[in-house]
């Protein structure tokens, strides 16, 4: 009857919400009983343990699966008040599972694929972690439910042909195998053998009956002991019993009373809704308390570490940067302040990374097959393989969505800080995955090189111009567009000084001149935007800017200087920090009264808020930038043919004083 | 020599503009050139000849390949002067093919993937139309050259499983294996056997060598006769007879001059830079004019059509609108004004359908596996199968992505007017298709419900907030978010009216109450933003909302009322189409003076545009709506929750007066 009583809580709670998922969990609970019951290393009372298995609910709509087994299994943040609570307002049993809501969320699913995908990222930090602190410190497993829906979506292709590449053997997928979707049968739309799909990507693949306990037993058995990434088709009856049973109404919330009731007592079930008899629960408390042994060895063995390994884990697992880093960064300013290199921010970026990376054994980079040209990769990191397991650079291949979930997966397993590159524009692809960086609060670091027109000959599909208006509208991302090499080092202390927020960094193909030839030891774009330039005489004309237009707006400022008009220039790198800055600070940067022009090579979208807003006046505020797609040609050629020129800048301004 | 010309003009191209990709072209220059002399069936003298078989370089950045076929072949579009400008401000020889630039350029590839996926469309309009006017009309192939890039992309999952389970037998995909990407080796990041990948997806799979002619003819034929879609992998070198042959190096832009000449030497030509002798030249040209005589006799075929065929045919092609569509819409328009129902707009688009799909026999429309929840099937639709090619309606699957971009096929291959949905918020994962979209400037319709914290329980993963200020932001789209069942029509009528411009219906899944109960034959949506009720007494206040929160927007407006504070409501439902309105008309609906509200279930990101700007004033303007993510309640709970009621509106205009 274990089984039956996830059955009962997914049924009661989805019937009490008049809302969710009831088909999957009560399909899904025999294969998940056995799961809990024989396999997953996990301790109910310690949660956190950083050697747990990881179990992903990729099928997020089937959550009260998850809600259930949490419950049933004694995890303290979720009593059973949540659960009948399912899908209210501040329950932590949300309609899909939010990663932060309840221990033993390992991660948010519910946009279909991207588990699969981040359950990749926590294979892959077990592999790192377990090269870098021995099988007595990390050695577990990575196991993942899938639905079609998870297997439909092309992020999962990427995900898998990843993990095939990559031989990751401890990441096992149970596959629910019901063949049903939400508007109709599978056959309706796929027709794919996903069996010899896996094969063929290099996954050892196994099926079974997964409405019987000893044949899940034996595949997942079977499964745990290849040394490949395996999948096992578990051939299930959405909404088992229920009237509802095997159909596309099975997928969504099953409310009929008497239907329900029914499938209660198909199930022998005599118990009313959401009572759990004491002697199920106490057998699946005995479930969660199976791993304590083990966690209180693993305790033992962690013990045993020298002092200085400890903390050196815990440091990772907290976030919390080394000492060094600051006092590292500010070298590189120092440096860079007085060799003043005009180098693109990209390298620049490569600059930073070449003095963070050996003092941060935690950091991971990679990039979707344009190493070279993102410059994610330094000379120390070696290349994570399966030959090479303490490689801290990976070669992600043509997947920008696989890699964003894969480093989700890194970044929410803990001990890692994983960054990757692609070009910006490629923001696209990887947009699903990014926006649950966003959502989970994960610190990771996107390196989005090629940030505008200033890459060229690419063209327009290759051009972000809309790309950093949609990484500003997204919440709790860090959006920094430096203008040069000393920004860019700042940039990168501030994304390594998050502990809750995604950063993207957007990085220009082109060279830039050094611009802070000052060196200052504060982290100026830790303000968002700064004074650059003052105004040399009256203060008539504010210029903003980001990145590669900084330098346009500098010498913008220099025509209009000789000219007589006092000029300052504002670089605003982060937006989001400098909205956060005391009003005081942002009235001394943006004062009512002058002429505002921003510069920025992207859409305008967005700048009214600094340009009309801020003490701002609707007459005195222009732009130049972008309006439309860019176009092929040599950088230099489309910023003048897009007229994003010093001159044009000028002219705006003298045009609006 | 034919395939030896393509290789130097790729070589002298990339050398010329010192920058491209050399390998790709002169890899598969042997595969192509067997393309098109046996099989592809294209006049060159008649590009838009609508039964010609489409050719699609998936691999885009191979675009000399392209350019050099067409060249060769004798299209108008691509004299040499163009090839000789690759890469330069204004050519039709774009770093990538862009669409448009020159006739032969079938779609816009370079983001990876797009091409394959994008084919798939090609495709089934191939189908589509077959079974609507017969094999003598329309009897052709979709061609697609893919590399690696592509098939590592989740995107190519999506597309040929799709392919697969629809059995697009005149669909045949080229896989140019040279075991390169830009990072080094393929077997770096990927070892799928994607001849087992295809066979798992329904597909016949093929092999040959890629330089050799015999093989490469025996191959494609075999995957013509095959009666699924067919791939054939074809062994080539990258870079083939070159120092960088089989590198890395090779992928790019080759610009070393001896290493140039002794390439060329190995290839036996004896020419100058773009030079093609007469004799090769007029061996290309012949293959050009291969398809004349089949041209012909299709032109007197379809000669042979009765003229309202004809002129049917005509039409669809032309994306001319039927007559009776606009009576049509406004007889819909009147009787929902008259019975005013309470509907989602979601639904109030079903009812549009009703009336535009009977009387639009090009409309093709589809959803990525939630129909009922999209309302995007109409009674009489038929549902596409291999069995039922008449049938309007595609099962997708979930696949956002491959639903976008074989949309995009569908529009470009031409005769049909392709509608998909999904949910507003996998906007996200659909973005790099509907990117493309915009770029090609097909009128693509997105039927994105579920468009705000409104879908309630689904919780944040499902709630968009940021994804109309993306959508905002992307050149060339149309945002249109109507308010209810009229405004939903008139939505559907401008979408149908764009000729160049995709459009994103974003649609309420909670029902909301008809406001524009007054019949106007007029589409007040065309406009933009339009008043829609007037302030009673002095004006006080503007408030401005869209979608689902004009209601709310009416309730404050009677709350203030109520106060003696005159206010204004203005409907806004599409940003893009306000503001191309005179400036005159926009002053009369947003006059200088009033306080401003704007209120939208999503965040601020953009709105500043009106409140601050068109005469606004920064201390008289303010916005109620969303500031993070959403969460997961009942949608009324959600609504005040996030505080955007009728209440928090009259607030907040009472706060600025």
């Given at each position: 009857?274990?089984a039956?009583?996830?059955?009962?809580?997914?049924?009661?709670?989805?019937?009490?919400?008049?809302?969710?998922?009831?088909?999957?969990?009560?399909?899904?609970?025999?294969?998940?009983?056995?799961?809990?019951e024989?396999h997953?290393k996990?301790?109910?009372?310690?949660?956190?343990?950083?050697?747990?298995?990881?179990?992903?609910?990729?099928?997020?709509?089937?959550?009260?699966l998850?809600?259930?087994?949490l419950?049933?299994?004694?995890?303290?943040?979720?009593?059973?008040s949540e659960?009948?609570?399912f899908?209210?307002?501040g329950?932590a049993?949300a309609?899909h599972?939010e990663?932060g809501?309840?221990?033993g969320i390992?991660t948010?699913?519910?946009p279909?694929?991207q588990g699969?995908a981040t359950?990749?990222?926590f294979?892959m930090?077990?592999?790192?972690?377990?090269?870098?602190?021995g099988?007595?410190?990390?050695?577990?497993?990575?196991?993942?439910?899938?639905g079609?829906?998870?297997?439909?979506?092309?992020?999962?292709?990427?995900?898998l042909?990843?993990?095939?590449?990559?031989?990751?053997?401890r990441?096992?997928?149970?596959?629910d195998?019901?063949g049903?979707?939400?508007?109709?049968?599978?056959?309706?739309?796929?027709?794919?053998?996903?069996?010899?799909?896996?094969?063929?990507?290099?996954?050892?693949v196994?099926?079974?009956?997964?409405?019987?306990p000893e044949?899940?037993?034996?595949?997942?058995?079977?499964a745990?002991?290849?040394?490949?990434?395996?999948?096992?088709?578990?051939?299930t009856?959405?909404?088992?019993?229920?009237?509802a049973?095997?159909?596309s109404?099975?997928?969504?919330?099953l409310t009929?009373?008497?239907?329900?009731?029914?499938?209660?007592?198909?199930?022998?079930w005599t118990?009313?809704?959401?009572?759990?008899?004491?002697?199920?629960?106490?057998q699946?408390?005995?479930?969660?308390?199976?791993?304590?042994?083990?966690?209180?060895?693993?305790?033992?063995?962690?013990?045993?570490?020298s002092?200085?390994?400890?903390?050196?884990?815990?440091?990772?697992?907290?976030?919390?940067?080394?000492?060094?880093?600051?006092?590292t960064?500010?070298?590189?300013?120092k440096?860079?302040?007085?060799?003043?290199p005009?180098?693109?921010t990209?390298?620049?970026?490569?600059m930073?990374?070449?003095?963070?990376?050996?003092?941060?054994?935690?950091?991971?980079?990679?990039?979707?097959?344009?190493?070279?040209?993102?410059?994610?990769?330094?000379?120390?990191?070696?290349?994570f393989?399966?030959?090479?397991?303490?490689?801290r650079?990976?070669y992600?291949?043509?997947?920008?969505?696989?890699m964003?979930?894969?480093?989700?997966?890194?970044?929410?397993?803990?001990?890692?800080?994983?960054?990757?590159g692609?070009?910006?524009?490629f923001?696209?692809?990887a947009?699903?995955?990014?926006?649950?960086?966003?959502?989970m609060?994960?610190?990771?670091?996107?390196?989005?090189?090629?940030?505008?027109i200033?890459?060229g000959?690419?063209?327009?599909?290759?051009?972000?111009v809309?790309?950093l208006a949609?990484l500003?509208?997204?919440?709790?991302?860090?959006?920094?567009?430096?203008?040069?090499?000393?920004?860019?080092?700042?940039?990168?202390?501030?994304?390594l000084e998050?502990?809750e927020?995604?950063?993207?960094?957007a990085?220009?193909?082109?060279?830039?001149?050094t611009?802070?030839t000052?060196?200052?030891?504060?982290?100026?774009?830790a303000?968002?935007?700064?004074?650059?330039?003052e105004?040399?005489?009256?203060?008539?004309a504010?210029?903003m800017?980001?990145?590669?237009?900084?330098?346009?707006?500098?010498?913008?400022?220099?025509?209009?200087?000789?000219?007589?008009?006092?000029?300052?220039?504002?670089?605003?790198?982060?937006?989001?920090?400098?909205?956060?800055?005391p009003?005081?600070?942002?009235?001394?940067?943006?004062?009512?009264?002058?002429?505002?022009?921003?510069?920025?090579?992207?859409?305008?979208?967005?700048w009214?808020r600094?340009?009309?807003?801020?003490r701002?006046?609707?007459?005195?505020g222009?732009?130049?930038?972008?309006?439309?797609?860019?176009?092929?040609?040599?950088?230099?050629?489309l910023?003048?043919?897009?007229?994003?020129?010093p001159?044009?800048v000028?002219?705006?301004?003298?045009e609006?004083?």
């Amino acid at each position: 009857m274990k089984a039956t009583a996830i059955r009962t809580l997914a049924l009661d709670a989805v019937a009490a919400a008049n809302s969710g998922h009831s088909g999957m969990p009560i399909g899904m609970a025999d294969v998940a009983t056995v799961l809990f019951e024989k396999h997953l290393k996990f301790d109910a009372s310690a949660p956190d343990w950083a050697d747990r298995d990881r179990f992903i609910l990729s099928a997020g709509h089937g959550s009260m699966l998850l809600y259930a087994l949490l419950h049933l299994t004694g995890y303290e943040s979720m009593p059973l008040s949540e659960i009948k609570n399912f899908r209210q307002l501040g329950a932590a049993t949300a309609g899909h599972p939010e990663f932060g809501h309840a221990a033993g969320i390992e991660t948010t699913t519910g946009p279909l694929g991207q588990g699969i995908a981040t359950a990749v990222g926590f294979a892959m930090a077990e592999e790192i972690l377990r090269a870098r602190w021995g099988a007595k410190i990390m050695d577990h497993h990575t196991w993942v439910i899938a639905g079609d829906g998870c297997l439909m979506e092309g992020i999962s292709q990427e995900a898998l042909t990843l993990a095939g590449r990559q031989e990751l053997s401890r990441l096992i997928v149970l596959w629910d195998d019901n063949g049903i979707t939400i508007d109709g049968k599978v056959d309706l739309s796929d027709r794919t053998d996903q069996m010899a799909r896996f094969a063929a990507s290099g996954w050892d693949v196994f099926s079974c009956d997964g409405h019987d306990p000893e044949d899940i037993d034996r595949a997942l058995s079977a499964a745990k002991a290849s040394d490949k990434p395996a999948m096992v088709a578990c051939k299930t009856h959405i909404a088992l019993g229920h009237a509802a049973q095997d159909t596309s109404k099975g997928h969504g919330a099953l409310t009929d009373d008497s239907q329900n009731q029914a499938a209660r007592e198909a199930w022998g079930w005599t118990h009313g809704p959401f009572e759990i008899p004491a002697e199920i629960k106490s057998q699946w408390e005995a479930i969660g308390a199976r791993g304590a042994a083990e966690k209180a060895a693993w305790d033992a063995r962690f013990a045993k570490l020298s002092n200085a390994k400890q903390v050196e884990f815990s440091r990772a697992f907290a976030r919390q940067l080394p000492r060094k880093l600051s006092a590292t960064i500010k070298a590189l300013k120092k440096q860079t302040s007085e060799t003043a290199p005009k180098v693109a921010t990209r390298k620049a970026s490569e600059m930073a990374l070449e003095v963070i990376n050996p003092i941060m054994p935690e950091t991971v980079g990679g990039s979707a097959d344009l190493t070279g040209s993102n410059n994610t990769k330094t000379g120390d990191l070696g290349v994570f393989m399966p030959e090479s397991r303490d490689g801290r650079y990976v070669y992600y291949g043509i997947r920008e969505h696989g890699m964003a979930a894969a480093m989700n997966g890194m970044s929410l397993h803990g001990g890692i800080r994983p960054y990757g590159g692609t070009f910006l524009c490629f923001t696209d692809y990887a947009r699903g995955a990014m926006r649950l960086s966003a959502l989970m609060k994960q610190p990771v670091v996107y390196v989005m090189t090629h940030d505008s027109i200033g890459l060229g000959e690419d063209g327009p599909t290759h051009q972000p111009v809309e790309h950093l208006a949609m990484l500003r509208a997204t919440p709790n991302t860090l959006v920094i567009r430096p203008a040069d090499a000393v920004e860019t080092a700042e940039a990168w202390e501030i994304a390594l000084e998050q502990t809750e927020t995604p950063t993207v960094l957007a990085l220009s193909r082109q060279g830039l001149p050094t611009l802070r030839t000052e060196h200052k030891t504060k982290n100026l774009t830790a303000q968002g935007g700064y004074v650059l330039a003052e105004a040399e005489g009256k203060r008539q004309a504010i210029l903003m800017a980001t990145g590669s237009e900084v330098a346009i707006a500098m010498a913008a400022r220099d025509l209009l200087q000789a000219e007589g008009i006092g000029t300052r220039v504002v670089s605003m790198p982060c937006w989001e920090i400098f909205e956060e800055q005391p009003d005081a600070y942002r009235r001394k940067v943006l004062p009512a009264g002058p002429v505002r022009v921003a510069v920025e090579a992207a859409i305008r979208f967005g700048w009214d808020r600094w340009l009309y807003g801020e003490r701002g006046k609707r007459e005195k505020g222009g732009f130049v930038g972008m309006h439309d797609f860019g176009g092929s040609a040599p950088a230099g050629d489309l910023y003048k043919h897009f007229e994003i020129t010093p001159e044009a800048v000028a002219a705006k301004v003298k045009e609006m004083l």
